[in-house]
DNA sequence: GGAATAGTGTCTGTCAGACAGTATCGC
DNA sequence: GCGATACTGTCTGACAGACACTATTCC
C-alpha cells in the first residue's frame, strides 16, 4: 500500500508504478429498462446491508481483475444483473448492453473512493427478478415514481434527495435520456416490443420512453417508410382489445440505424 | 491487500469492504483536439519511459483519490493536461472539457488493471505545448496521420497495430467521431475557430473534422438560420488571400444547442 | 347503426442540396 | 477587364405535422 511521500515522489512514480497509489474500487453497475404496462420501467434491488440499506439502488458489482480470467467492464456488467437480480443469459439472448459513462465523485460512496462504470441494457418484457447477493428485493419500477433530476448534470454536482441510493437517481436520469435519445435514430424500440407487435404497440413504446402522445397516423407513415425497421409478419392481431379494425402484426427488420430517423417533436420553437 | 478467500466470502465481503478486493489503478486521458492549418490535430506526448516508451499517448494521470482534497474525474484530466503538456487554465478559459467513455478491458496496460476515463476537450488555436513529467516531447499531430480504427469499436475488440500506446488510438478514433456529431447539434465549432471568423472560416472548421467538402453558399445561410450560433462582430476581413471580395467577421453567439441543426451529409441512399 | 381502432391520402411548412446570379476586392 | 472570393435568390426534393377519409371489427 501506498506510504507517505513527497509529491514529487509521487508524480514520478505514477509511471513507473501505478500500485504506489491509494486504491480505487471500480464498480460496474446497470440501467436494465424495460416497458411494463405501458410505463418505462428500470430494474432495481432493494439492498440488504449498509451503507444505504434499505434504499433502492442499481444492482452493480466490483470489477474482477485478478485470477485466472479478469473481465471486461461490460461483463462485470452482465455479472452484476446475474448475481443481484437473478437475470442471466441476456448476452446470448441478444440484450443490448452498452456503456452509459462513468461517476466518480468524490464521496459519492462513503466507504472510499468508488469509481462507478454504468451501463444501460434495453430489454423486452423480461420475467420478474429475483433478489440476489446482498439484496433485500429486486423489482421492477416505473422511472415516472423516482423523482429524477434532470439529465446530464455536471460532474461535481450535488444530486437532489431521491429515493434512491448513492448518486443512482442521477445515473437513472441519465441512462432515460440515452433511451429517448437512442430510439431516434436506432430500431432499438423493437427490442422493447417483443418478437411479434403492431404497430400501435411500437408506438407504445415510444410514448412510454418519451412521455408524450404521438400521431398513431403520421407515426405508422414514419415507421414504415423506414427500411428495415419492422416487416410484415403476415398475420394480424387476434382480438383486438375493444373492438375496431384489428391490427396487421410486424416483427423486428434487419436493419439496425433507422434512416429516415424517427425523431421526437422538438419544442423551442424561438 | 486481499488474502486467499473463497468465492462465496469474496462476494459477501464485496458489499461490505471493497478494499478487500485487488486493486485496481483508475486515470483521467484527454483528448484535446483542435485546428491547426486547416487540419484536426489531437495532443499527445511521447512517453520517455516504459512501458511504451518512445511511443505516442494521451496525455493522462492517475485519480487522486485521498489527501486534503480528493479530485473529481474531469479535474484529473484537466491536471494531466496541465502535468504533461504544460496546457494549463483551460478550465478557466471555458474550454470545453466532456468525458468521453471508460476504457478498462484486461491487459490495456502491461503493468496491472488500470480502467481509463476518456475525456476530450475542445479548443481553438493554442500554443506549443511543453513536455512535462515523464514525457519526452509533446505535440500537436494531425489525425490524419495517424493510422486510427473505426470508432465504436465494442468493449475486448483487438485493436488494429497504431503508432500510438496502449488502446489510444481507439480512443482518439471515438473522440473524433465524438467531435464529428458533437458540431452538427452544438455551437462547439465556433470554439475551435476563435474569439473572431469568417463564414468561410468556420466553414473549413467543419471541412477539417468532417473531412470533407461543403457548398460554401448552403453553409452560410444553414449557420445564419441557426439562432445564436453566430453574430455579426461589425466589421470586415482585412486583406484577404488572394484578392476577393471581404469577408464579414462574426463571433460566437450565445446559443449553445443549435436549432435547426448543422447536419453532416447522409451518404446510405438505398 | 354506432363506437372504436387501423390504416391511407393529401396539404402545408421546413430544411437540405444544387446552382445561377450578383457584389466587391486585387491585379 | 479578369479572376477570385463572398454572398443572395431560387428551384426541387425529402420529411414532419395536421387532418380528412376509408376499412374493419365489437357491441
Redesign the pocket.
Known sequence: MAKIRSSADEAFLAEYDPRAFPPVAVTADVVALTIRDGQLCVLLVRRARPPEAGLWALPGSFLRTEGAEPETLENAAARALAVKTGLTGLRAAGIHLEQLRTYGDPGRDPRMAVVSVAYVAFAPALPEPAAGTGVAQAAWLPVSTLGLPEPGLPEGATVPETTLAFDHARIVADAVERARSKIEYTALAAAFAGPQF????L?RVYEAVWSIE?????????V??SPGFVEPAGS??T???????????YRAGAGTLL????????RAKS
Open positions: 403492431t404497430l400501435a404497440g408506438r404521438l400521431h398513431a397516423s403520421n407515426f405508422a407513415r414514419k414504415l417508410a394480424l392481431e382480438s383486438s382489445a375493444r373492438g375496431g379494425r384489428p391490427a396487421e402484426l434512416q429516415p430517423a424517427i425523431l421526437r417533436p422538438r
